[in-house]
T-cell receptor, first 113, second 114 residues
Framework: GQNIDQPTEMTATEGAIVQINCTYQ??????LFWYQQHAGEAPTFLSY????GLEEKGRFSSFLSRSKGYSYLLLKELQMKDSASYLC??????????????FGAGTRLAVHP | ETGVTQSPTHLIKTRGQQVTLRCSSQ?????VSWYQQALGQGPQFIFQ???????GRGNFPPRFSGLQFPNYSSELNVNALELDDSALYLC?????????????FGPGTRLTVT
């Protein structure tokens, strides 16, 4: 089956570092995405991993271990505007040959002063 | 801004009615995917259109249907609306259906069914 798990909520302090974990089970893994979504808005792309290892992009980094079905998103130097939901999504290549995104329920991050 | 637009922004319908949501893909993108996002949940894949044909479908009943036009814009139609259809409907376009193509999301249509 297909399943993606991530924590429901996290809190952190402005200026700190937070790590959001994601575990997944899919049959046709073809890459993992992290999206940020502010309330009532569309998801915006943060990062993409298809090979094992760490991808760094400014204050955001994402890690992937395909053998463990595990990823994390690391946010450094947290700012108040980072308060949002963070969605882990796996690109799944179905038997029909098309790619679809399977999303987790999202992690709501609250950043406090 | 991703260049993907959706209309309308908000919509209120009554149970049993029908609704059509529209999506204009980013220039040059021939693939459009539709997602339903209920409150507090992640987006759920409804279906995908590639060059005017449906080429993949999630676990949604037949009353959810769609179209893609020659200019690659797309419509999502939902018949016999139910209360549980209340959600944010997102469309995402991509350059193709292959593995290397990122999906770009539109701002969504918030549908409320009363």
């Amino acid at each position: 089956g297909q399943n993606i798990d991530q924590p429901t909520e996290m809190t952190a302090t402005e200026g700190a570092i937070v790590q959001i974990n994601c575990t997944y089970q899919t049959s046709g893994f073809n890459g993992l995405f992290w999206y940020q979504q502010h309330a009532g808005e569309a998801p915006t792309f943060l990062s993409y991993n298809v090979l094992d290892g760490l991808e760094e992009k400014g204050r955001f980094s994402s890690f992937l271990s395909r053998s463990k079905g595990y990823s994390y998103l690391l946010l450094k130097e947290l700012q108040m505007k980072d308060s949002a939901s963070y969605l882990c999504a796996v690109r799944d290549r179905s038997t029909g040959g098309y790619n679809k995104l399977i999303f987790g329920a999202g992690t709501r991050l609250a950043v406090h002063p | 801004e991703t260049g993907v637009t959706q209309s309308p922004t908000h919509l209120i319908k009554t149970r049993g009615q029908q609704v059509t949501l529209r999506c204009s893909s980013q220039s040059g993108h021939n693939t459009v995917s539709w997602y339903q996002q209920a409150l507090g949940q992640g987006p759920q894949f409804i279906f995908q259109y590639y060059r005017e044909e449906e080429n993949g479908r999630g676990n949604f009943p037949p009353r959810f249907s769609g179209l893609q036009f020659p200019n690659y814009s797309s419509e999502l139609n939902v018949n016999a609306l139910e209360l549980d259809d209340s959600a944010l409907y997102l469309c995402a376009s991509s350059l193709g259906q292959g593995a290397n193509y990122e999906q770009y999301f539109g701002p969504g249509t918030r549908l409320t069914v009363t």
